[in-house]
């Protein structure tokens, strides 16, 4: 059975599942549709056409689809779509998208949001991500699965996190994050790869060491981009991590973060 607090304010027109658990003085917008399990906490405002799906967990205070900071929004109808599985910590903001984009912000599955982080509009965070206290992700950043944001980082708009990154604590973004690397400082900069995410996630030797191989010809080498990713499509075994690795590489419009000790 839904549970609704006394206290809690639900609009005529928003759709709440089964079990769904609304605490108090939370504020649920007439557009809004929330999938079974999930709980609302307290002072929580979700509002706007945000669809959230199953078995989510909203701490105290957060607010989900309200206007992007962005001047060029002229009210246009854009979107928050949740997935399931995902934990979000006090004082999290997540804005709707704008007509400049996809005019949708998107949680995927299983993320872990900690407090006071700030999902901009049209951001993409896809599923399994780890975004530490007061990560600030500008519009348009899109982040890989498993990657992890450390905490008081902040990501530049149009910025790309690539799947399993780490970008350390303190960090500011300007450029895309390679799969696979640990980025850390102000601007950020290559440390090396994310061993201790690849080992957790347990992938095999022979692919780690792949990935190992591509950076040390992407980033050591001395070789222009180009030439550098030709010479990884030639050497390189051709495994599904290493096309992720290079398919990311020829779609990005940033550029990509420097290497901390590279020729």
Known sequence: MTKIHPTAVIE????????????????????VRIGARTVVGPHCVIQGDTTIGTDNRFHQAVSVGDVP????FSGEPSKV?????????????????????????TVGDHNLIMVGAHLAHDVVV??????????????????GEYAIVGGLSAVHQFVRVGPHAMIGGASA????VP????????RAVAQGLNLVGLR?????RDTINAIRDAFEILYRSALPQSEALERVREEIPDLPEIRTFLDFLDTSTRGIVRCVDCV
């Not at 973004?173 to 895309?176: E, G, K, L």
């Open 81 to 105: 779509r949740i997935g399931n599985h995902n934990t979000v910590r006090e004082f999290v903001t997540i804005h709707k998208g704008t007509k400049g984009d996809q005019m949708e912000t």
């Open 126 to 143: 896809t599923h399994h991500c780890i975004l530490a206290n007061t990560v600030a992700l500008a519009g348009h950043v899109h982040v």
């Open 69 to 72: 900071q962005d001047l060029k």
């Open 200 to 204: 957790r996630r347990k992938f095999p």
């Open 12 to 31: 005529e027109g928003a759709e709440l599942a089964d079990e769904v658990e609304i605490g108090p003085f939370a504020m649920i917008g007439p557009e």
């Open 179 to 186: 799969p696979f690397l640990t980025v850390l400082g102000n």
């Open 173 to 176: 973004v300007a450029n895309d």
